[in-house]
Structures are given as structure tokens and as C-alpha cells.
């Protein structure tokens, strides 16, 4: 008996898939694009693709991020709905800094939901306003900001100043963006000056106003004094207990403190400035010391610390 051979044939059922495969691009005409400090707009490429088979509905909406880490949403949200191989693109819109936003580096987001799978896209690029001198508010921000062209005379506008004003900045030493502040003479009285803009002047001190901006955002003081130069604390300065940091650069004794009472006698106290008519110094006896570093041959060195008594002082902070 001959057997006969069957092929057993199975048909293969494939099913169709359906997908949406979504691509979102957000890109700047020009990648070094910069706003002017009086404002401007950057322009942009935008497209919303749908690389998959199947319809989807989708919502976009763009937001700002400024430089703090602010959120501005730009506009509402909009839905659409994109057939399969089909985009949504637009050419060359805008986004646009009015000048009294903040200058800094700013980031555009571009974010697409989908609406039937939950899915978010998104694309970003991101741009720098640019400063202008009356947007710092030191001399170590026009440093920190990149807009130091070495030593020299500067304009800042302090935290309650009504206007700009111009400042003296040494750019150089110790790192540089110090504020010049005050000159204090053993001779001459400390006269508060409009503008302090040279160490060649023969005195004068900054407002009262100007001083407790510049005290409020500042972390050091800078003393050059004929062969020395000292970097003092501010926040040591601030919480002297006999005298905190004075208020006015015109007083003599600028801050004081004592390890014990506060009569200046013995050797536990620390003193800027000094309590005797137009002296300056320097002495840095307590346990709370105010001097962070020093140089110079100018020091005398007492057992519990250094001091200095000189003809002219130089206050800088930063």
C-alpha cells in the first residue's frame, strides 16, 4: 500500500498595527541668536510630524523659561489632529523680549501632548539677552556678567537708586570686581561724594543709600592701605556685638568687636576704622576675626593677631 504525502498548510494571519511616531523640532535660525538689552526677537523653525500610520490628535503649546528659572507661557495650548505622513510647519516665527524683561540666558520649549497614548515631545534651543551697565548692580556683576573691560569707571544702578550712577572698579586685584567705596583720610574728614570714580581723589565716601545697597549684596571688603592690602568678611563685619557694620562711611570707627565688654582695652578685639578722630585701621584681636586674608609689610603683629595704623585707607567691596 502506498502512503500518500499531505502538506499541511497553515495560512499566516498578519494584523496591521496602527502607530503615530511623533517628531517635534524647534530650531533657532541663527544658533548664536542674541537679543539686544533695549529688546528684540529671535526667529525660529517649527515643525510637528506625524511619522506613524495612523491619525492622532495632539495639543502643542510653547513656554519661556527666563533666566531665574521663571515659567511664561507664551500662548494657550492648541489641538490638531495630524493624518498619518502629514506635519504642521511653520516658518519663522518669533519669539519676542520686550526690554524690561531681565537680561540672562533664556530657553524656548516646544512641547507636543498626545492626546490618546499621553505621550509628551518636546524640542527647546535657548538665547541670551544681553546686559546693559544699568542692569548690574556692582562691580562684581559687570565681572561675573563678562562685561569687565579692566579697572576703570563703570555705571550701576543699586537696588534703590533712582538712576544710574558711575563707580570706580578694580577689575585686577584678587580675582577683581570690587566696588570702590569710600577713601578715609587720618586728616581730612569723611565727606560723602556724588561719585566715587578714581583712587587718585584725595577722599570721600559713598551715600548712606548707595552704601547699604552695595553692603546688601556684597560678601567681602577690600582694604589697600600704603604697604598692605586685607580682605575682610562681611558678615563678621555685620555682626561686630560692640559695633555691626556702620550704616554711614562717613563715621570713624566702621565696626568693632570684643570678646569681652567693649572698651577697646586689652588684647580680644577687633576693630575697621577706629574710635579715635580720622584714624584708619585695621586690628583683628577677638575670636571673631575679621580678616580673611592679608599681605604686605605694613603689619605689626600684637599676640592675639595683626593690626595696622596708617595715613589713608581704601574700601572696596565685592
Known amino acids: 500500500m502506498k502512503l500518500k504525502k499531505t502538506a499541511l498548510i497553515v495560512p499566516l494571519m498578519f494584523s496591521s498595527i496602527s502607530y503615530a511616531n511623533i517628531v517635534v523640532e524647534a530650531t533657532l535660525d541663527n544658533v548664536d541668536a542674541k537679543v539686544e538689552a533695549n529688546g528684540g526677537r529671535v526667529n525660529f523653525d517649527m515643525l510637528i510630524k506625524n511619522e506613524g500610520n495612523a491619525d492622532v490628535n495632539l495639543r502643542y503649546y510653547d513656554t519661556l523659561i527666563f533666566p531665574k528659572g521663571e515659567l511664561y507661557n507664551r500662548s494657550s495650548a492648541s489641538n490638531i489632529m495630524l493624518s498619518a505622513g502629514t506635519a504642521l510647519e511653520k516658518t519663522r516665527p518669533s519669539v519676542v523680549v520686550p ?4 537680561a540672562g540666558k533664556y530657553s524656548y520649549v516646544l512641547s507636543v ?3 490618546d497614548t499621553g505621550e509628551v515631545t518636546s524640542s527647546n534651543f535657548s538665547f541670551y539677552k544681553q546686559y546693559s551697565d544699568t542692569e548690574n548692580t556692582s562691580c ?11 579697572s576703570g569707571v563703570y555705571t550701576i544702578k543699586s537696588m534703590s537708586a533712582e538712576s544710574p550712577y558711575q563707580v570706580y572698579c578694580d577689575m585686577e586685584t584678587k580675582g577683581g570686581g570690587w566696588t570702590l567705596v569710600g577713601i578715609k583720610r587720618r586728616t581730612q574728614p569723611n565727606e560723602v561724594v556724588e561719585e566715587l570714580t578714581s583712587p587718585e581723589l584725595e577722599g570721600g565716601v559713598i551715600s548712606d543709600q548707595k552704601w547699604a545697597d ?11 592701605a600704603d604697604t598692605i592690602t586685607a580682605v575682610l568678611d562681611m558678615d563678621a ?11 554711614s562711611l562717613t563715621e570713624n570707627l566702621l565696626a568693632h568687636n570684643e570678646s569681652s565688654g ?19 585701621a585695621v586690628y583683628d584681636y577677638s575670636s571673631s576675626k575679621f580678616i580673611i586674608e ?4 605694613g603689619w605689626g603683629n600684637a599676640q592675639n593677631g595683626p593690626y595696622y595704623n596708617g595715613e589713608k585707607m581704601w574700601v572696596y567691596v565685592r
Open 214 to 224: 552695595l553692603k546688601y549684596v556684597s560678601q567681602e571688603v577690600l582694604v589697600v
Open 294 to 297: 592679608r599681605e604686605g609689610t
Open 262 to 280: 567693649c572698651g577697646g582695652a586689652g588684647q580680644d578685639y577687633s576693630v575697621f576704622g577706629s574710635n579715635k578722630s580720622n584714624i584708619v
Open 113 to 115: 501632548y498626545n492626546r
Open 99 to 102: 526690554a524690561e524683561f531681565p
Open 237 to 247: 563685619l555685620k555682626n561686630a556685638n560692640c559695633k555691626p557694620l556702620a550704616k
Open 140 to 150: 562684581s556683576e559687570i565681572l561675573a556678567n563678562g562685561h569687565s573691560k579692566g
